[in-house]
């Protein structure tokens, strides 16, 4: 009796903004010949990582080895939407040789290793490893330095202390299912910086990782891919603050498509996503915008006060240019300071 090989499958995670796109895309333009086929989830109206990934025009990753998955997280939606997605990449004539599941920015990555026990693909697939990518420039800043216990002991002491914070929860997490961990955009850090970056990831992790940096998500694929970790028979190695829930949710994060038109200079439109990230409670502004004249299309990033644009693609012949950028917060962020921010 022959015995199926399983087709590894590798989980990039990460926080918002910390270059998960980035990472996969350069994975899949070095990919040298290999069937790769790409699962992105999105949070939010619009779709912009699948876009973005599936603009690349890469042989042996074209787009419809590009699979979309835009109705919420990926962790919540395991049976509706991940595994027949999966199925659907693995029943195909040429399957894929390497599956490349880049999660939402909100995904926790231990139940998605969890669903790969599920018995329409545990004989199919594998968790080659658990990827973290890290914006190292946020967690130096002191981002997600804070230490649970510590802050725990703060509150008891000081009843006006808040620490409360479910972003951490979510940064700590992907640290702790991680079998290797890609401290991004390492090139904005100075010695100090990394040292400091390494010291408070390695504070989050109970367990040796490997640690690699990185600069604009060009890790050699050799790295990335073939970690052969079998993450899903190792569920006890990756402890998780959920590990008690039957479930989790993400009450605590919004999301909203906003129309902005056609910009006039790349610069004008930098200026108005700036405004818009200072409303309190935005997180993250991403999306597509038509600049006056000009044949490409725009690719617009904001993480904080970092804003970043380039252009990525020619528009399509009939293709709606119509901007829309997709603004993700915190529940309850004003909507309507953030259009009008973003109105100029």
Not at 181 to 208: C, Q
Request: net charge negative; hydrophobic share 45%.
């Amino acid at each position: 009796m022959t015995l199926l090989r399983k087709i590894p499958c590798t989980i990039v995670t990460g926080f918002l903004g910390a270059g998960k796109t980035t990472l996969v895309r350069h994975a899949v333009e070095h990919n040298d010949g290999r069937r790769l086929a790409i699962i992105v989830n999105e949070f939010g109206d619009v779709g912009f990582d699948g876009s973005l990934l599936a603009s690349c025009g890469v042989p042996g990753c074209d787009e419809d080895a590009v699979v979309e998955l835009a109705n919420g997280c990926i962790c919540c939606t395991v049976a509706d939407d991940f595994v027949p997605a999966l199925n659907k990449l693995l029943d195909r004539p040429e399957p894929p040789e390497h599956i490349l599941i880049e999660t939402s920015g909100l995904a926790l990555p231990k139940p998605l290793v969890q669903a790969f026990h599920w018995p329409a693909i545990r004989s199919r697939v594998t968790v080659d490893g658990v990827v973290a990518v890290v914006d190292g420039p946020a967690v130096a800043a002191g981002v997600f330095a804070d230490d649970p216990e510590a802050l725990a002991a703060q509150r008891a002491e000081d009843a006006s202390v808040d620490h409360d914070n479910p972003l951490e929860e979510v940064f700590e997490d992907q640290l702790l299912c991680a079998d290797l961990v890609v401290v991004n955009k390492a090139d904005r850090l100075d010695e100090a910086g990394r040292a400091a970056v390494r010291a408070t990831i390695e504070g989050h992790l109970p367990r040796a990782v490997k640690m690699v940096e990185t600069a604009h998500g060009a890790l050699d694929p050799r790295v990335l891919l073939g970690i052969n970790a079998a993450a899903e028979d190792d569920l006890a190695a990756r402890p998780s603050h959920h590990d008690s829930e039957d479930g989790h949710d993400h009450d605590d994060f919004d999301s909203v498509a906003l129309s902005v038109g056609t910009a006039g200079t790349p610069d004008d439109l930098a200026i108005r996503v700036g405004r818009a990230a200072e409303v309190p409670g935005v997180l993250r502004i991403k999306g597509f915008c038509e600049v006056q004249g000009k044949p490409m299309r725009l690719v617009v990033q904001g993480v904080g006060q970092r804003i970043a644009h380039h252009y990525d693609r020619p528009w399509r012949p009939g293709e709606f240019r119509d901007g829309r950028l997709v603004v993700i917060g915190l529940k309850g962020f004003d909507r309507d300071a953030v259009a009008t921010a973003l109105r100029g």
